[in-house]
């Protein structure tokens, strides 16, 4: 990732990092550590060793308002509120007080508009530096970590340490139960067990089956966690809700939801005529 930044001296400078949790977006604030070198084409540049996401203060926080993390926004908009609040804008975004804001900004279709953006964003902004943090510590591969905070948004951080398996919906088995045991979860624990079901059912899922009989499915679930595993781990993905009981075997909850969904509207169409 090749970007180019303002450094706090004014200076711009060219940056090149191997592996960044993810890239920069124009606006944000990031703390850098590196090597300062010169390329024979490019000149100097900063060999990046380690860089984090940061919460903008002061009058970064104006840039960022009026870069693309908030679409529609624009540098007009994002002057005025700077202008009116100054340093205390960040305690009316962390605030979320739409009043304030629609006294300097106004009530009007485009002014509302841009008011919803900041104050969808802003949350994301405040919890994402955090939550960057915590998928660089647990070795999370960079390019999951936006779709986690999209996904999850300002709730990321507290949702993954109640359930570090709630990661399996962006990576595999073997990544999300390493980096969950390294965590601390025991081999028993029953959010390992009903994960396990869950990565079994949805691996099946992949290849077109909606529905796994008992027996395939205890071998599946063994296979991920060892033998005389599979009754219990059935068991424990039943009560958390991770799998729906079918007269014929198993099935994901999201998948038995949406197959539940298509059956009543099609009973719902067939009783119409």
């Not at 090149?16 to 977006?25: K, L, N, Q, Y």
């Not at 005025?80 to 609040?85: C, Q, T, V």
């Not at 979860?185 to 089956?209: C, W």
Request: aromatic share 6%.
């Amino acid at each position: 990732c090749v970007f180019r930044g303002e450094a706090e001296t004014g200076l711009t400078m060219r940056f090149v990092a191997e592996r960044p949790i993810r890239a920069p977006v124009p606006g944000e604030t990031w703390s850098i550590e590196g090597e300062s070198v010169v390329h024979p084409v490019h000149g100097r540049q900063v060999r990046v060793a380690r860089m984090s996401l940061q919460r903008p203060r002061g009058h970064l926080v104006r840039r960022l308002l009026a870069g693309e993390r908030f679409p529609g926004v624009g540098d007009a908009t994002a002057r005025r509120l700077w202008d009116a609040f100054s340093d205390r804008l960040t305690a009316v975004l962390d605030a979320g007080d739409r009043a304030e804001l629609e006294r300097v900004l106004g009530t009007g279709d485009r002014a509302m508009a841009q008011i919803d953006t900041i104050l969808t964003e802003w949350p994301l902004v405040v919890g994402e530096p955090e939550l960057l943090a915590w998928c660089e510590r647990h070795d999370v591969p960079g390019r999951a970590a936006g779709r986690i905070a999209a996904c999850y948004g300002q709730d990321a951080l507290k949702l993954l340490e109640e359930d570090p398996y709630r990661l399996l919906a962006f990576l595999s088995w073997r990544t999300t139960d390493m980096i969950a045991t390294g965590m601390g979860v025991a081999a028993d624990d029953r959010r390992r067990l009903a994960a396990a079901v869950e990565a079994a059912l949805y691996d099946r899922l992949g290849t077109g089956d909606t529905l796994v009989a008992t027996s395939a499915l205890r071998t599946a679930v063994e296979a991920l966690l060892g033998p005389s595993t599979g009754d219990a781990a059935i068991e424990a993905a039943r009560r958390l809700g991770a799998a729906v009981k079918r007269p014929d075997g198993w099935q994901a909850t999201g998948p038995a939801l949406m197959e539940e969904a298509v059956a009543e509207r099609i009973a719902h169409n067939l009783a119409s005529f």
